[in-house]
């Protein structure tokens, strides 16, 4: 199973991104998916999660509002759009996948496979 995140940048405070993740090797549409990050000297920490089917979405508080996960069965892919960035938001931003179709912990020790993280940078 392969987890290929994409889309990370840098970008000025305020700005928009859209991060990327394409799953191989699995049956992207049995299992839902999640964005984690973890900037430098933290914790990873969830930012958002939605089930097998696209119908239902959990956001950590942090980003709801400015945050939008979404996904694309027919092309194995999740996507994370990002707006109103600010330099807090700077992180690795992980995406995994879950070993549930619906949205569970949210927590990184259930998640079953991980992407290698891509880099978003916000400067002030």
């Known amino acids: 199973v392969q987890l290929q995140a994409s889309g990370g940048g840098l970008v000025q405070a305020g700005g928009s991104l859209r991060l990327a993740c394409a799953v191989s090797?699995?049956?992207?549409?049995?299992?839902?998916m999640s964005w984690f990050r973890q900037a430098p000297g933290e914790e990873r920490e969830f930012v958002a999660a939605i089930n097998w089917a696209g119908t239902s979405t959990a956001y950590a508080t942090s980003v709801k509002g400015r945050f939008t996960i979404s996904r694309d069965n027919a092309k194995n892919t999740v996507y994370l759009q990002m707006t109103s960035l600010q330099p807090e938001d700077t992180a690795v931003y992980y995406c995994a996948s879950d070993n549930e179709k619906t949205i569970a912990a949210m927590r990184p020790e259930f998640m079953d496979y991980w992407g290698k993280g891509t880099l978003v940078t916000v400067s002030s």
């Open positions: 090797g699995r049956a992207f549409n049995n299992y839902a």
